[in-house]
């Protein structure tokens, strides 16, 4: 299997699974867990396009390797998960607290 399409099968799922974490906002033990599979997933597709991006480098035999802003975009996509967590977290406490003063 080409690298390419492993790459975009783990975006694909965690596009999917950041998807249906949106729409579990009732069960927010579940939205917390897709989040953190979001994130697992994100690493793996960063871990394969940058090593990916090394090991063509020995197959065309290229003197360097230049890695563009592209690169970082699972960086900043795993920041957003992760501020979506603490905003779930929040959510959680606040209903929390709401249910005390019931």
Not at 30 to 45: D, N, P, T, W
Not at 68 to 89: M, Q, R
Request: charged share 15%.
């Amino acid at each position: 299997m080409n690298l390419h399409w492993l790459i975009l099968l783990f975006i694909v799922l965690t596009a999917t699974i950041l998807i249906l974490s949106i729409f579990q906002f009732k069960n927010r033990n579940l939205q917390k867990r897709l989040c953190f599979v979001a994130v697992i997933f994100i690493g793996i597709s960063f871990l394969f396009a940058f090593f990916g991006a090394a090991a063509n480098v020995t197959t065309i035999k290229v003197i360097g390797v230049v890695y563009k802003w592209g690169l970082s975009l699972p960086l900043i996509s795993i920041v957003f998960t992760f501020l979506a967590l603490t905003g779930i977290n929040k959510d959680e406490k606040l209903i929390r607290s709401a249910d005390r003063l019931r």
